[in-house]
């Protein structure tokens, strides 16, 4: 018998006689042994979650209910049988998904979430807050307001009322918002809207931005989290060089463990006292430092959950177009004019991606509307990513022009007109010198026949209506050699014709393409729609 059982002996082998002389069918007790060895005792305690393998297990026992005393009778350790959880996800998390919110709550929703960049730390703090609170304020770069409001949309189980902070002039903010969404840029602008809409929880994306404590932000960050019982801090790079930019961090998180900027640079910064005063480059204590940091944040590595990952992550990033107003005037026009010369019915044919997209002057416009948010979103990436590389695909070399402005110093370029020769010494470029980070490609020249492992990272800049030329383009990364999960990200002007090309023209070409060309996944059939639907489309 294993131990701690109170089971004396076995009649017949159908039946186990309990100390108190209950019958317990064998059965029963050969489910519940092995749902204790799949939930092992911690603390002298069993807590057994109300998880989908555990119900199934129980549910093969007749008469036997999930509340049901029995279980505790065979053992003399505490057994604690927990309620089932209110659904509030759409989709199932990865398991160090899950740990992650349970890091969470043992820590009553104040911590910080330090994964590597593609595992997933939005839904992770999403599904804490989805669990525990009823109004959430999210902090986050401009560049990444519109992709929250995606990821709200597509985890949550109910119709999340979703509010985003634009500009610096105060507005009426409706009584039944559930998340606010505010850049940086403007927090100390609105935060009386924000005092107003009164958060129980803070969601800092990329925590990092509060490191410099002279900052306006910085100060404007801290004062409204201050009394505040729930703050998530979410970084994949929390400490870029040194510890004293940590500071700010832990202490939002955990004021009473870190209430004091000087003793923590005295402590942890290496001080150093010279003729120009007190000088904290350095670090120092850091086993004593790794040690309280257990309990504020966590970490996980892609190489460290490889497993639980798919070959391919695509998400869609959704931009604010710029010229706006430049853009529905050229789609009014042109619907106008369709209308005028061709009736009715052309009109409407027009009106679908495909008309559209023949014209080409949408599309253009797209780009152009989509650039300041891309360039903001790249920037973002390699501040964030110091020791990562990303491919760029584009169309247009108007665009390849605008990306070289910004990062001629640390990016290659392969064209059209890139001679044979020259490619070859690119690609080994991006390869192999780490001062490259970015690779550009003209999606029609650079999407075949060469191999970019040295990322893991691939973005769609602009949006084409032939399927293949993006999964060829994707698999420029998914090679033999690529070591990690790779994650692929449509860029999307809201509300243009990018969308509609993928759900009206990429959706429906895709299907043909796949049955018509062998080796190609089936689950590749509904990538664009699923895209669309706001979901992060997963395939092994």
């Known amino acids: ?88 996800l759409n989709h199932d998390l990865f398991a160090y998904q899950e740990e992650g919110v349970s890091f969470l709550d043992q820590n009553n929703g ?89 958060p129980e929880a803070i969601i800092i994306d990329e925590f990092h931005y509060v490191k410099e404590s002279k900052t306006k932000r910085t100060k404007a960050v801290k004062l409204l989290c201050k009394g505040r019982e729930h703050i998530i801090g979410l970084s994949g790079t929390p ?63 892609k190489k460290d959950v490889l497993k639980d990952l798919p070959d391919k992550i695509r998400s869609t990033v959704p931009i604010e177009l710029s010229n706006r107003a430049k853009y529905d005037r050229a789609k009014k026009d042109f619907l106008a004019y369709t209308l005028q010369e061709h009736g009715l019915k052309k009109a409407e044919k027009a009106s679908n991606a495909e008309g559209v997209v ?46 070289m402005v910004h990062f001629s110093d640390v990016a290659v370029v392969i064209e059209g007109d890139t001679p044979a020769k020259e490619r070859t010494k690119i690609v080994e470029k991006f390869q192999n010198n780490k001062k490259v980070k970015v690779f550009i490609g003209n999606m029609m020249s650079a999407g075949t026949g060469i191999t970019l492992t040295a990322s893991s990272t691939v973005c769609f800049l602009e949006i084409d209506y032939i399927p293949n030329e993006f999964l060829q383009a994707e698999d420029r990364a998914h090679r033999i050699g690529q070591k990690d999960s790779v994650n692929v990200y449509y860029f999307l002007g809201k509300d243009s014709i990018d969308e509609e090309i993928m759900i009206d023209i990429l959706n429906p070409k895709m299907s043909v393409f796949n049955r018509v060309i062998d080796g190609k996944s089936e689950t590749d059939s509904n990538i664009f729609e699923t895209l669309m639907e706001g979901r992060d489309e997963k395939t092994k």
Not at 179 to 191: E, P
Not at 240 to 247: A, G, T, W
Not at 376 to 396: A, S
Request: proline fraction near 3%.
């Open 1 to 88: 018998m294993m131990k701690n059982m109170k089971v004396t002996y076995n009649i017949n082998e159908k039946h186990f006689i309990l100390r108190c002389g209950e019958k317990f069918p064998k059965k029963v007790f050969d489910t519940l042994t092995y749902i204790k060895e799949i939930n092992q005792p911690k603390d002298n305690k069993l807590i057994i979650p109300h998880t989908e393998t555990n119900t199934d297990i129980l549910k093969t026992l007749s008469g036997f209910n999930w509340s049901d005393l029995a279980f505790k009778k065979l053992y003399d350790i505490p057994v604690v049988i927990e309620e089932p959880k209110i659904k509030v």
């Open 110 to 198: 104040r911590g910080a979430i330090c994964d590597e960049m593609g595992l997933g730390k939005t839904v992770q703090s999403l599904a804490w807050c989805a669990r525990h609170t009823k109004r959430t304020l999210i902090v986050c770069p401009a560049s990444v307001k519109y992709n929250w409001e995606k990821e709200i949309n597509f985890w949550l189980v109910s119709n999340k009322k979703v509010f985003i902070l634009n500009g610096r002039k105060s507005e009426e903010v409706p009584d039944d918002v559930d998340y606010m969404i505010v850049n940086y840029d403007i927090v100390a602008h609105r935060g009386n809207d924000i005092v107003d809409f009164n």
């Open 358 to 403: 023949k014209k080409g002057a949408l599309r253009r416009l797209a780009i152009e509307g989509k650039m300041k948010g891309i360039i903001d979103w790249l920037k973002d990436f390699l501040e964030d990513n110091v020791d990562e590389k990303i491919i760029l695909f584009t169309i247009h070399k108007q665009t390849i022009k605008d990306l």
């Open 239 to 301: 400490i870029k060089s040194r510890p004293l930019e940590f500071f700010n961090m832990l202490s939002l998180i955990n004021p009473i463990m870190f209430p004091s900027w000087w003793k923590y640079a005295q402590q942890y910064c290496d001080a150093k006292h010279n003729r120009f005063g007190w000088e904290f480059k350095g670090a120092s204590n850091i086993e004593e430092l790794n040690l309280l940091l257990i309990g504020i944040m966590i970490r996980r590595l």
